[in-house]
């Protein structure tokens, strides 16, 4: 958490501005909101638009319940056209990532036995985020804005039952701070997944799909050859360990229905808004 009393202040305004706008909807006006906030609507427009990069207004319209079929229906992107044009190949999953690696099937059997891995709560655009990494990346980022904070530690240790686990946010912090854009791009943050096999290959065609751009679990299914795997491809999906990293976020119903998410569809509609806002703004330090 940011230990900066103005920035945790704020932070908190921001979360708050969040969680009314997603539960009330376009309706409530800029006056209305900056009044939940105990601010004036100058103050607040301004305050909103520094951490979030767009206005109050146009953060609304992109949280819109029918902006998911919206993007699904103008933004829709193929899988293996993405795969073809170069965001993914050679022995790497993503050209834009630093550095990718996988535990073998083999150690990920093993439970996390011998694995000490790392762990820390960080302020996030989408609410207090638990963040786990082991020497080579981050493996695990839960969010506790709908779940409860206890709820997300019992979820991710539960993942590697072995492992030894170690608070550490210090550690962590440098890749914590980039996933979430605070001092570099997202892009540039090690990844260690650790899963099945049928889970990675998942998880792999979750990172081809760009950012500000949706698919379908049948297109997921399709992409990793296994067309009528759409249930088992749902299930891998929801068991993703590095939430907003890897964006199972930016997986929809074919009919353009959100679906599920495991952190809360609130956060999962709010990941969506916030990289819609971020194609129309240049990006902002957006955490403490």
């Not at 376009?26 to 009044?35: F, T």
């Not at 990293?245 to 916030?274: D, Q």
Request: aromatic fraction near 10%.
């Amino acid at each position: 958490m940011t230990k900066d009393p103005q920035q945790a202040y704020h932070y908190g305004v921001i979360a708050r501005a969040l969680e009314v706008i997603d539960s009330t909807g376009p309706q409530l006006s800029l006056e209305g909101l900056a009044a939940e906030m105990g601010m004036s609507p100058a103050h607040f427009q301004r305050l909103f638009s520094q951490w979030v990069g767009v206005s109050p207004k146009r953060y609304q319209q992109y949280l819109a319940l029918d902006h998911a079929r919206q993007l699904l229906a103008d933004q829709f992107t193929v899988l293996e056209t993405a795969q073809s044009s170069g965001l993914s190949g050679g022995g790497r999953l993503h050209d834009l990532f630093l550095r990718w690696e996988a535990m073998s099937p083999g150690d990920y059997a093993l439970g996390g036995r011998g694995l000490t891995i790392f762990w820390g709560w960080f302020d996030s655009p989408f609410g207090p985020a638990l963040v786990m990494g082991t020497p080579k990346g981050i493996c695990g980022i839960g969010f506790a804005a709908e779940t409860g904070a206890e709820a997300v530690m019992a979820d991710l240790t539960s993942r590697w039952p072995k492992a030894a686990f170690t608070e550490a946010p210090d550690r962590l912090r440098p890749w914590a701070e980039a996933a979430f854009g605070v001092t570099q791009s997202p892009e540039t943050t090690p990844i260690y997944l650790i899963g099945a096999p049928f889970q990675i290959k998942v998880w792999e065609a979750l990172l081809r799909i760009p950012s500000g751009k949706v698919t379908t679990y049948s297109e997921i299914a399709g992409a990793i050859g296994h067309a009528k795997a759409m249930r088992a491809v749902g299930s891998a999906v929801g068991r993703n360990p590095i939430s907003w990293l890897i964006p199972c976020h930016r997986a929809l119903r074919k009919s353009g229905g959100l679906g599920g998410y495991h952190w809360g569809l609130p956060v999962k509609r709010a990941m969506l808004a916030w990289e819609s806002a971020s194609a129309d703004a240049p990006p902002l330090r957006n955490a403490g």
